[in-house]
DNA sequence: GCATATCGTGGCAGCGCTAACATCAACATG
DNA sequence: CATGTTGATGTTAGCGCTGCCACGATATGC
């Protein structure tokens, strides 16, 4: 952007010479290097002031060989949750003073996730941010050589790359715990598809619990998180006599179920309980409000950047080690009223 | 992203050197630059393969004083549209071989314009899309005194800076029309925020159609999108005795909306027809199946790039003068079971 | 009082690339 | 055959900034 009315845009040497230093002086103002005296420091904030001069990026990263940008490799979807997490991402980068530069992940595999990462790769990233909720895409970037320095979302916690998530284990077990305190016996799991992470957490969180109690577990149906996947589960499950309590691996797919029940004269919560999970903005204005799991995403995109931070000034010298983020964001039950006690 | 096992990444020096050339006609062929032997541009891709080597962006930047980034200006939320509309940009974007940097909008107003603009332009972004829906943002952005290429979506078209949007005045119209070939004589309508531009083009578009029709406009009510403000309406709607038909301003109030007349017993479309807005995911499983008007989001986003490079190209000096792209992309009606003719 | 550590500052080199000009052969023109 | 013209290449300067080293000027040691 060039200042108002000028022909050329402000650099170092005219601020320099407006203050009376040496560009080399404005470059350490700048960069808050110590060795400035105030007098100094003064004179020139007062030049950049008033020359409306902002450092080029380019020149700043190519000489410093580091940029003030970071990756985020996204999933190409408007699921609430990756959207809730790119846009938790892009506020703590922003607050930490770095610019966010998104690639769409076209397909999940290890030639989609390759080209990603170079394409961002490309733009000279100082780290990545890869939400990769599939196992696809956790496995792609596991195997990667990649010289960045890298933190996923939903991936599997304990490898090479640092991992945020939240953990849906607990927020499974908090959902079946709601279900059996309520005095249901039986509690059917809608799950999103066997090739997300997430899925596997809470398939784990509904059978531990329900084992934790004796109980057994009813035959897993899996979905597609879509509300249309969760309208066929619900047609099944509506033709079962069994039938008094469902965890649903989202909201829409609750959605969907509700859906199909109420076609086939069954109410919520009066015959059947339902527990979604995210807590998406519509949860509370579905018929009947849904109780459901909320996730804070972003809590979870403030913890990526401080474990990318980390590990980007852990390659650097002066690197003044940053304690690790705690990588299990904890989910909260939200109870509204699509959940009670069996009848009889 | 450093080449496998090696020490440091190859520069376009070390590819020249391999290549048996200068470093000049390296960049030659790799800007597709006419004047190089067949031959030569051969022995340097080979070179180019064999050291994996990735031209640098940020000394490319700075010597040629261009990026091939764009900057999008986002707002900050996960409604379908924005969210939609980014999606389609990234994608677009990509294709056309450029990057893509976010920024969301934390408050919309002129402030928050400006530095949402500054942090872009400290990237050296080549050109920016504003995704500006607010009459507040649309007015920031034109009045501002800009060094950059800009292209904004859903802004009103006719100022300086070219605007890609959904018709909305047109979307109304379909909405409307629909409602009033199937006899309704009384078309309410939940609009959007008033601070919304597209609230103002669905209103233009259902007066319109009314006043076209010869009808009267009954009140119009405001909400804010959400699902809650839909459900608001509709309890206030389902105290009177007169309403058979409502266009709400986009699916989540619409489905707000249905909650309400649910609980008052009142059936959609049996006693209300209902349309919405936008055809997001779940639209189609709701109970019931909402009808609604499409917005193309992906053809948004290619006419926003289109048009981006276009005014981009236009600051070079070789520019080919490419057509501007049509600002207005129709949206469609998209016939469910919400809707149906009046009782009587 | 002189040597020595420290601070504030400037100079120089170079990050990896592109633009502009210079060069040199091969060919066409009169 | 001298002269222009073209195509393919190399050479030289930066783009705007930071890293490193050097310098003079104070503050500190004995």
């Not at 290890?110 to 100082?126: C, F, K, R, T």
């Not at 969760?230 to 006599?241: N, P, S």
């Not at 804070?296 to 940053?322: K, N, Q, T, Y």
């Amino acid at each position: 952007m060039r200042p108002t009315s000028q022909g050329r845009a402000a650099v170092m040497n005219d601020v320099a010479r407006l203050a009376g230093v040496s560009h080399q002086t404005v470059s350490r103002v700048l960069n808050q290097h110590p060795s400035v005296s105030p007098a100094t420091r003064e004179r020139v904030l007062e030049a950049v002031r008033q020359l409306n001069y902002r450092p080029n990026a380019m020149a700043r990263g190519l000489a410093g060989r580091r940029s003030r940008v970071i990756g985020v490799v996204s999933f190409d979807t408007i699921l609430y949750g990756p959207a809730s997490t790119l846009l938790g991402i892009e506020r703590a980068a922003r607050a930490a003073g770095y610019g966010v530069s998104i690639v769409t992940l076209e397909q999940v595999d290890h030639s989609g996730m390759v080209s990603a990462l170079e394409a961002l790769a490309d733009q000279s990233v100082a780290g990545v941010v890869v939400i990769a909720p599939q196992t696809a895409a956790a496995a792609a970037l596991h195997s990667l050589p990649l010289g960045v320095a890298a933190v996923a979302v939903e991936a599997v916690v304990g490898g090479e790359i640092p991992a945020i998530s939240v953990d849906q284990v607990t927020g499974a077990r908090l959902a079946v715990q709601h279900l059996l305190g309520l005095g249901h016996r039986k509690v059917w799991h809608l799950s999103g598809p066997r090739d997300w992470l997430e899925t596997h957490g809470r398939i784990e969180g509904w059978r531990g619990t329900l084992e934790d109690a004796g109980l057994p577990a009813p035959p897993l149906m899996t979905g597609d998180w879509s509300a249309r996947s969760g309208y066929q589960a619900g047609l099944e499950l509506a033709r079962r006599d069994d039938v008094t309590a469902v965890f649903a691996g989202n909201d829409q797919m609750a959605l969907g179920m509700m859906r199909a029940f109420h076609e086939h004269g069954i109410r919520v919560p009066d015959d059947v309980s339902i527990v979604g999970f995210d807590d998406i903005p519509e949860a509370e204005f579905l018929s009947p409000p849904l109780t459901t799991i909320r996730q804070d995403f972003d809590e979870v995109g403030r913890r990526c950047i401080a474990a990318l931070l980390r590990a980007i000034e852990a390659d650097l010298p002066e690197g003044p080690d940053r304690p690790a983020p705690d990588p299990h964001v904890a989910p909260t039950l939200v109870l509204r009223r699509s959940t009670a006690a069996p009848k009889g």
